[in-house]
């Protein structure tokens, strides 16, 4: 079922990772997970985007279905996955296939007698075909000739309401445990919070299960939330200076403004493609292939794109809009950088962010106010990160309960400390030790001010105009009120005559709406987005009011031109790599990424499918002379020597 050669005893977890796929050692936590479901035992696995949790179901399939177990069922939500990871498994020399939509009737048929008769190792299938009367009748048929291992629920996060792509289709995966209560169980997911951790193992029945909750750090990945102005330039000008020719993913709310922002970076000569779920199914999945299979494509997209793309080479990841909580953005950021090599997270937001998030809360006629309490409190952390002064990574792993290590970071610049989500809305100057050097706030520490005044006249202008009219105004209007603008508003209303009308004139209007965002974001006051999006004071800007208490607040970047940013062009991540190697070297791995292209092509596959980037450097760097001198290199197993090793040998060569 696999390339492990068969005379062999029966393989080891470690012998399949060495043979079928190439790798000398477990990473992290791995081992301990494949030991645990090879023995029969259910698993709960959080590991971060580009930690190898594909690898911690397949080995034990392989071992499983070695032993006489039978086939490893996964469930999957993406045809698109299904296909690169059964193509992945083919070119490893694993008997692997997936059940979807896109087959025939013959088709499936033919793969249905292939699992009776136990040829093979892993089968894909989505959480909607799992729940069909024939998928069912298969499952209970392979169960009762003892040929069914396990079932791996991949992406299994979906399960949950609380969780960033709730699926409904998932929550009858409980049929498993109540149908096969003997067949061993894994759930696997990239990003999850206590709440939607607790609601997985409740609907998927897995309250007996082991955790295995690993570091949710992506040390590679450099964390940056800059203050929306002009975000097309931005954008424009951060793709140019940081990543020009590589390949990354842009995220946006709309589907116009994707269609938007993709038209003008292929206007300024960037490789860009849009994709949302208006376009036609057809022209998605040509879109996605193109992105998964050429180099420097930048993918602009809604949400609707990304979930199980394995791309290795992705350098950035951007977003024009604020997502709607830390686990959506934590699962979006996490698709750059899944080779381990420096990558970017980038994001611009502002106000009107706030303010649409809220209002899309708000105004869900869907959701349960209890719902809606959780998707608030969701938001507000976001917003405490976003307006963080404090290592953005420290704050991110505090989001998930977890504390950077000591053995990553330094000690840090005083800064202002941030509100933590349902904390204390108050700022205060403190020493913090989290010091990841890896993100904007500690690579340059962001300047902070004592708003106090500010904030105090901003809390007075609201509770004022309150108080006046008896109902309450949105932002624009409580500003020109501050800076003592004549509106016909604010003459119908009578608010020149309010004592803070003018107060606030030493502001520009930027510096209010900075002032204003922070305000929101440590809840002082709330967007009420069921009343046209008023402001309406919070509890917590009483103590502010009464002089009880004062606030610091990040500067507010006042330059109307951008400056380039501070450390200046960067060189790329392949640059870098490649400037460590020779000239023969060079030409040598250029001859092998040409060579790998047309054989991803003829299978069908992405590159990346056929050997990694990192394989391939490695060959090029030891200029190798014979098939023994390709055993070892990371990422060449058993069935790949035997398939390519005598053409890599040739093309290395043939390049000299």
Known sequence: MSS????????TALDVLSQVFGYQQFRGPQQAIVDHVVNGGDALVLMPTGGGKSLCYQIPAIVRQNAGHG?????????????????????????????????TYEESSALEKQLLRNELTLLYAAPERINTPRMKGLLASL??????????????????????????????????????????????????????????????????????????????????????????????????????????????QSRKRVEEIAGMLEDAGIKAMAYHAGLDAKLRQQRQDRFLREDGMVMVATIAFGMGIDKPDVRFVAHLDMPKNIEGYYQETGRAGR?????DAWMVYGLQDVVNQRRMIDTSDAASEEFKQVMRGKLDALLSLAEDTRCRRASLLGYFGETLHASERSAGPPQASSVPSGGSALH??????????????????????????????????????????????GAGHLMDILRGKTTEKITQYGHESLSTFG????????????????????????????????????????????GEASVLLRQQALATKAAKPKRGS??????????????????????????????????????????????????????????????????????????????????????G
């Not at 050669?5 to 393989?11: D, E, G, L, N």
């Not at 992406?155 to 061993?184: I, K, N």
């Not at 010091?435 to 708003?451: E, K, R, S």
């Not at 809840?523 to 502010?544: H, W």
């Open 4 to 11: 492990l050669p068969t005379s062999s005893p029966q393989p």
């Open 71 to 103: 086939v490893t069922i996964v469930i999957s939500p993406l045809i698109a996955l299904m296909h690169d990871q059964v193509g992945a498994l083919t070119e490893a020399g694993v008997s692997a296939a997936f059940l979807n939509s896109t087959q």
């Open 143 to 252: 169960h009762e000739r003892g040929l069914l291992s396990l079932f791996a629920i991949d992406e299994a996060h979906c399960v949950s309401q609380w969780g960033h792509d709730f699926r409904p289709e998932y929550r009858s995966l409980s049929l498993l445990h109540e149908t096969f209560p003997d067949v061993p169980r894994m759930a696997l997911t990239a990003t999850a919070d206590h709440l939607t951790r607790q609601d997985m193992i409740e609907r998927l029945k897995l309250e007996e299960a082991r955790q295995f909750v690993s570091s949710f750090d992506r040390p590679n990945i450099r964390y940056t939330i800059v203050e929306k102005t002009d975000p097309t330039r931005q954008l424009l000008r951060f793709i140019q200076t940081e990543h020009d020719g590589e390949a990354g993913i842009v995220y946006c």
């Open 339 to 343: 080779d381990g090599q420096s990558a």
């Open 428 to 473: 205060e100057v403190k020493s913090v030790g989290a010091f990841c050097g890896n993100c904007d706030n500690c690579l340059n520490p962001p300047a902070v001010w004592d708003a106090t005044d500010a904030a105090r006249k901003m809390l007075s202008c609201i509770y004022r105009v309150q108080q006046a009219s008896g109902i309450s105004f």
């Open 503 to 546: 107060i606030g004139a030493d502001l520009a209007e930027a510096q209010w709406r900075s002032v204003l965002r922070q305000l929101i974001a440590s809840n002082m006051v709330r967007v009420n987005a069921e009343a046209f999006n008023t402001l309406q004071l919070m509890p917590d800007a009483r103590r502010v009011l009464k």
């Open 570 to 655: 960067k060189t790329s991540v392949k640059g870098l790599v490649e400037a460590t190697l020779n000239a023969g070297a060079l030409e040598r791995l250029a001859h092998l990424k040409a060579w790998r292209g047309e054989v991803a092509r003829e299978h069908n596959l992405p590159a990346f499918v056929i050997f990694h980037d990192a394989t391939l450097r490695a060959i090029a760097e030891q200029a190798p002379q014979s098939l023994q001198d390709l055993e070892g290199i990371s990422g060449m197993g058993t069935k790949k020597l035997q398939a390519y090793g005598a053409e890599v040998l040739r093309v290395c060569a043939v390049a």
